[in-house]
């Protein structure tokens, strides 16, 4: 499943070259990203990209956050989330969990993210 993942890092590497642009247009600025850079047909594709934006994040912290730790958590919260991603595979499971656009989950609405929560502690941490 990492293989997969790291497979895929490189290839969205490649097409966030625009990452690093930011648009200051409000408060909290926004990354220059393509609606091409944002598509995504595979749960690897998402992991992926995902993957990549925690690792750019850990970068920028090391570079000139001053290696905060409370970047390095959400760095790898990101991270994790693109592992978690990988479970996408099987949405049947997690649109009876969740539900969809039809049906109610049997997760009720209020545990939602605490569920969602869980499942991202359980994903592994780079140490």
Known sequence: MLSE???GVAHVAMSHAKF??????????RVSLETKDLTFGLPEELAAMLEEIGLR????????GGESEFLWL??????????LA???EDRSELDALYGDGYNVGTIPDEDQLEHLMALLKEQPTDT
């Open 57 to 64: 994040l850990h970068s920028k912290n090391r570079m000139g």
């Open 20 to 29: 690093d642009q930011i648009d200051h247009a409000d408060e909290v600025g």
């Open 5 to 7: 993942l790291n497979a």
């Open 74 to 83: 959400l760095a790898e919260t990101i991270r994790k989330t693109g592992r």
């Open 86 to 88: 990988l479970r996408t």
